[in-house]
């Protein structure tokens, strides 16, 4: 019977994930938070803990996501705001005594594209910035990552085909030496 009820108790648990990490389920049932919570039987004794809880934004936006350890202590928390077409503008990653440990501040263009990224530390410091450049098709031509003093960190190139389906992209760092190179391809 024990059994059974903890069968139940994991799919209805599986269930309310996949439920609550759906953008337009959270919106059309107007879900202001969720909280998952775990029940486990170690050595016959059943413990209860809350794993983690998430706060939505009218749009469906999770706008703070917080993880616990297993004996309920602060892990992780992460906030995020959004402009109007829904873009992240904004998140800050909390350390597990709360304090902020690095903030991303997102810039967009007018066709809605990503056009900087500027990461800080916990003093609010500037440490990086990744600029985005597209062409005329929209398609993303170049991630640009640079230090405090502008230089240069690494540097990614994208390649498209004839469809405008991206085909590469190739990452060097500050001297120009290849790092990496992820192809993709696609079967129709």
């Given amino acids: 019977m024990k059994s059974i009820f903890q069968y139940t108790l994991i799919l209805l648990l599986a269930t309310s994930v996949s439920f609550a990490q759906n953008k337009k389920d959270v919106k059309k049932f107007k879900i202001k938070a969720y909280t998952e919570t775990l029940t486990e039987t170690v050595d016959g004794k059943e413990k209860t803990f809350t794993e983690s809880f998430q706060k939505f934004d009218k749009s469906g936006n999770v706008t703070e996501e917080i993880q616990y350890n297993k004996d309920g202590t602060f892990k992780k928390k992460e906030t995020t705001k959004y402009n109007k077409n829904n873009d992240d503008t904004e998140k800050v990653i909390y350390d597990e005594k709360g304090n902020v440990s690095k903030k991303t501040v997102t810039e967009y263009n007018s066709n809605n594209d990503k056009t900087l990224e500027t990461d800080y530390d916990a003093k609010d410091q500037m440490i990086s910035k990744t600029q985005f450049g597209y062409n005329a ?21 994208y390649t498209y085909d004839k469809n405008s389906l991206k085909i590469e992209k190739k990452t060097t760092d500050a001297n120009g030496n290849v790092i990496a190179v992820k192809k993709y391809s696609y079967e129709f």
Avoid: H, P
């Fill in 137 to 157: 098709k929209g398609e993303k031509m170049y991630e640009l990552e640079t230090d405090v003093q502008g230089k240069v960190i690494k540097k990614s190139i």
